[in-house]
């Protein structure tokens, strides 16, 4: 059967239908209302005001990939200027190479580039040094939550240097809802509170950090990148199966093949929730050693350093347990920080497994993750 004609130009043939509304695109309308859905939640949540100079978190991956594409074809619009700042882990074999995918599309957009290393900003640890500290400990499946605490840091630095005045990250609404619900399963009412909006409003003396992409699909964000013909990477982190958000991610998918708005709905229901003030957190205060926002006497991140630094990285998660593993590592709502094989980190496949090969060759390019996002959306 021929595919329909476009619903909205009227004149192409349809390529795709949106997996949220049905409605059956050409790909360049397609794209056209994406970039106009993610103008409309940027300026309904006046989350970056005209003159801001934003950091974008650049990663490589398909999620900041598509972030930093689409805020460079509405800069005029918002009147920004963009700045990609992207972070070095020290995971070999992966990070070098997401890193070469960052430069060359920084280099193809003509967007400046700052590339910020765990080693230099934390007294030499990189991941595999943490990964090699850990190991043994019983705690080497916790790699991910140091490296949530950590990149955040890093995030934040990278953006100071470059003299931002807001943080965007690539969080899609899949990666919100993945987070929603491992709040819930760990009980963390505190972060299911604060997680709710489209960004933080920057306490404690932190950038303001926002999420344009959070309400739109994995599925739109990898057909967004397939029409606009974007390349980006995407191998999984060695450490990610590892992750908690990956049984989540799971349960997700689950959830949405019965109820395909559960994505959204939880999404939603984070914005909505509210807390008895009995059950509400203290405020935070600031770290004693680097003055960030803490709720303790360190923040996270130098109580973690303090922990590996004394080679007893137990008792960095160990001792903190509820105050760490729920806390910033897991890339929480508030905090854009990628963990856990949330954005930043290249997700184990789950929805892109649907939407096309999982073991794509790395870069991704035009027409391999794209092809199999449009036969898996159905016929149109
Ligand atoms: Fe870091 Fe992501 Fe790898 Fe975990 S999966 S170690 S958060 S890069």
Known sequence: MP?????SCQ??????????????????????????????????GRLLPPGAVVAVGASGGKDSTVLAHVL???????????????????????????LAAVRDQAASWGLPLTIVAYADLFGG?????VARSTAGSGRSRSCCTFCGVLRRRALEEGARRVGATHI??????????????????????????????????GEGGALPRCRPLQLASQKEVVLYAHFRRLRYFSRECAFAPEAFRGYARQLLKRLEAARPSAVLDLVHSAERLALAPTARPPRP?????CGALASRALCQACALLDGLNRGR???AIGKGRRGLDEGLGEAGPEDGAPGNGGPGCTPAATAETKAGPAASPVPVGPGEDGDGAVAALGPV
């Open 3 to 7: 595919a329909p004609t476009c619903a």
């Open 11 to 44: 004149a192409a043939r349809a390529a795709l239908r949106r997996p949220r509304s049905g409605q059956a695109l050409c790909g360049a309308c397609f794209c056209a209302a994406f970039e106009a859905e993610v103008l409309h939640t940027v300026r309904a």
């Open 285 to 289: 205060g600031s770290c004693s050693r």
């Open 313 to 315: 990285p137990r008792l």
């Open 125 to 129: 640890w990189t991941m595999d040094a």
């Open 72 to 98: 460079r074809a509405l800069a005029p619009s918002l009147d920004i200027t963009l700045h990609l700042v992207a972070v070095d882990e020290g995971i070999s074999g992966y990070r070098d190479a997401a």
């Open 168 to 201: 965007v990250t690539g969080h899609n609404a899949d990666d919100m809802a993945e987070t929603v619900l491992m709040n819930f399963l760990r009980g963390d009412a505190g972060r299911l509170a604060r997680g709710g909006g489209l960004g933080s409003a």
